[in-house]
């Protein structure tokens, strides 16, 4: 019925009779009610095990909720040695370091208790004092967060000390009233929650009928009613009559202006980096994430003429060879001039025999072609690809007549389902906004 002045200049007014509390003020009178996690020499990597006690990392607490994934373990024995640091259902888990940090969650009652390690910390809540759901949302609210960011410490990524954490502010209205909001906000998050994850489901089913869509076009082709005939290898099957089956070293230029890896690491050393130098070195994480304008590291004029062998251009063919292996991309127009790095093997075409983009789907998108890596990479020395490799890689050909009708199809197709899975993005973007908002305002 009546508002006053929160004090806090980002929440404005809150209800007249809510009152503000420390978290400390909240924790249950028990002894290590509020406590973080052991010191890193309590608990070493070599004590986990594949079953036990399970540990709270930082990854589990993911949105607000406590995550069962990679999970780690230690013997009943260890967990008794840290019985300081034992955590249990309906507790809360805090994160003391970021993204983001000072995130909360309620302990996930799969497990009769847990370990929190070094960097989480337990609070046992008063629940005469505070609804356990109503004390999660609260933490995880902007309100609190821009707190916990003030006071944190650090300069790559953010940590609060316990010692901060108890002093964070929160506001409380009634308890009954504490149970209502989060009776309603569960209620709320859960549709939106599930409307988030039919859109995710859409996604996968998008990009799944997109893989279909190439691997259909790449080795059947457009025609439904051409001609078949066995490819005489089992893992490809029928193909249109009139392809042809060959090796991948046919469809390349002659030697190392053909296939060419990527520079010894020794070549490109941390001294020939800086941001202020005109050409780029490129590397996986611009294949794996389609993203060119990705990296910050640059060499000299003088550094780039020296390594002219590894230079990019329009056209050229780039693989990952190392980690993620076999995700490849053709380098488009209008990129920023700049060299490979080590991780990765430049292919150029005979244009007469096979396109730069006919081949990146052949590579990027059939599981023929990743099979046939997978299998002759775990021969090799470090479980990735080299030249050897790659040469031998088998392909299905068209002509490339046929090859260009194939990417003008594909590249309409890809596009359309590009959009809608861009569009569904947003939609989840904003759903993910509007959970937050409408968290923050019921809570304060």
Not at 143 to 152: D, K, L, M, N, P
Not at 314 to 330: E, H, Q, R
Not at 373 to 383: L, V
Request: charge should be neutral.
């Amino acid at each position: 019925e009546r508002y006053k002045d929160s004090g806090v200049e980002w929440i404005g007014e809150i209800p007249e009779h809510w009152k503000k509390m420390s978290l400390k003020m909240l924790a249950s009178n028990e002894k290590n009610s509020f406590v973080d996690g052991p010191f890193g020499s309590d608990l070493k990597n070599e004590e986990y095990q594949d079953d036990g006690i399970p540990l709270i990392q930082l990854n589990n607490i993911v949105d607000g909720k406590h995550i069962l994934q990679n999970l780690k373990f230690i013997s009943e024995e260890k967990a008794q040695e840290l019985c300081r640091h034992i955590i249990y259902p309906n507790d809360i888990v805090i994160a003391k370091m970021a993204y983001p940090v000072a995130r909360a969650a309620r302990v996930n009652e799969e497990y009769d208790k847990y370990v929190i390690v070094a960097d989480c910390v337990k609070l046992k809540p008063n629940i005469t004092k505070c609804d356990i759901r109503f004390l999660v949302y609260v933490i995880n609210c902007p309100y609190v967060r821009s707190q916990a960011e003030i006071v944190a410490s650090g300069t790559t990524r953010l940590r609060i000390s316990l010692g901060s954490l108890r002093n964070l502010q929160v506001f409380l209205p009634t308890l009954d009233e504490q149970k209502s909001i989060a009776d309603y906000l569960d209620q709320k998050t859960a549709e939106m929650d599930s409307l988030i994850a039919d859109k995710e489901k859409l996604i996968k089913l998008l990009q799944e009928k997109r893989q279909a869509i190439i691997t259909e076009a790449v080795t059947k082709g457009l025609n439904p009613n051409v001609r078949m005939k066995d490819s005489g290898i089992e893992w490809i099957g029928e193909i249109p009559e009139h392809w042809e089956l060959n090796k991948l070293k046919y469809v390349i230029r002659n030697g190392k202006e053909g296939i060419k890896i990527g520079p010894f690491g020794s070549s490109l050393k941390l001294d020939d980096m800086d941001e202020s130098n005109p050409y780029k070195v490129y590397g996986q994480e611009n294949i794996i994430n389609n993203d060119f304008t990705r990296g910050n590291r640059f060499i000299t004029q003088e550094k780039f003429n020296e390594m002219c062998g590894y230079q990019l251009f329009s056209g050229d063919i780039v693989i990952s060879m190392m980690g993620t292996i076999g995700k490849c991309k053709v380098i488009p127009l209008g990129i920023q001039p700049g060299i490979m790095d080590s991780h990765l093997i430049r292919l150029r075409t005979n244009n007469g025999v096979m396109l730069p983009k006919f081949l990146e789907y052949l590579i990027d998108n059939t599981n023929y072609v990743k099979e046939q890596m997978n299998y002759m990479s775990k021969g090799s020395i470090m479980s990735g690809l080299n030249s050897s490799i790659i040469k031998e890689i088998i392909l299905v050909i068209p002509s490339v007549v046929e090859q260009k009708e194939i990417i003008d199809f594909l590249e309409q197709k890809t596009a359309e389902i590009d959009d809608l899975v861009t569009k569904i993005k947003i939609q989840i973007q904003k759903l993910k906004e509007y959970r937050q908002s409408l968290i923050s305002e019921a809570v304060t």
